[in-house]
């Protein structure tokens, strides 16, 4: 079974930056896609970043540049570097991956962002 473990949510106040890991269980080298999503209070579930293999991320409009999604092949981390934080970025951020078609998602880490 394949594991996502998410963690560095937190209270953060706005202009701030906050950096979200994303552990697996697998080799993060062997996955081509894994990615984060983010559901705000009261909303749908919205896509943050995508990362593919060597082929550059995919950010949503409203994080593009702000926001930057990384791997440690070598400890087989997802990162999600997040600068510039506003209220609007307040959410449960998840991360994912695919493999062999599956999709497997983490329990997700609270994000606030207010003063």
């Known amino acids: 079974q394949v594991q996502l473990v998410e963690s560095g949510g937190g209270l953060v106040q706005p202009g701030g930056s906050l950096r979200l890991s994303c552990a697996v269980s697998e080799s993060v080298s062997s996955i081509y896609q894994m990615g984060w999503y983010r559901q705000p209070p009261g909303k749908q579930k919205e896509m943050v970043a995508i990362t593919r293999g060597s082929l550059s991320t995919i950010y949503a409009s409203s994080v593009k540049g702000r926001f930057t999604a990384s791997r440690d092949n070598a400890k087989n981390l997802l990162y999600l570097q997040m600068d510039s934080l506003t209220p609007e970025d307040t959410a449960v951020y998840s991360c994912?991956?695919?493999?062999?078609?599956?999709?497997?998602w983490g329990q997700g880490t609270q994000v606030t962002v207010s003063s």
């Open positions: 994912y991956c695919v493999i062999s078609g599956a999709s497997y």
